[in-house]
């Protein structure tokens, strides 16, 4: 990379950083795992800069290789998902402030059933509700169409009021 690139990268880090960061730490259970992420992510923006386009947004381009890089780390494993969940109540309220969920309050059984949803849901809700992003940001980040990302999270939707409402009458 020449000079001009390498302030563009760290241009970038410094505007996106933190948020890509949350991004890492609510798709993984742990703050390991997550930096892990959040290094491979950056390593893959630097190999591909010269393919981001300027005229588009850039959050919406970094989204989409860190959701891809955590779905290669997926296939990798073999797994259905590379982690079950939020390793720690210390890391789930990291988590929530460091993407700006609203107040305080305790939504561990929401943050719950989201962690069960499939992994196309769940990177939807992540996307769209935790990372504030347009339908067609988040059609973008994930290289489908806006109406796919609308289906799912009304279907995502539809199984977590399913979900919560069956716990509550339990």
Known sequence: MKGGA???????????GRRLFGLCMTLCADRFSAEDLYQETWLRVC????QYDTRREFEPWLTGICVNTYRDELRRRKLSRLFDGFASTEEKEQTINAVEAPGPEDHSDLHAAIDRLPD??????ILHYFHDMKHEQ????????????????NQAKKRLREELQYEADI
């Open 6 to 16: 390498e302030v563009t990268i760290d241009h970038y880090i410094q505007q996106h």
């Open 138 to 153: 988040t059609a973008a980040a994930l290289g489908i169409p806006v109406g796919t990302v609308k289906s799912r999270l």
């Open 47 to 50: 190999r591909r800069i010269g």
């Open 120 to 125: 196309k849901l769940r990177v939807a809700v």
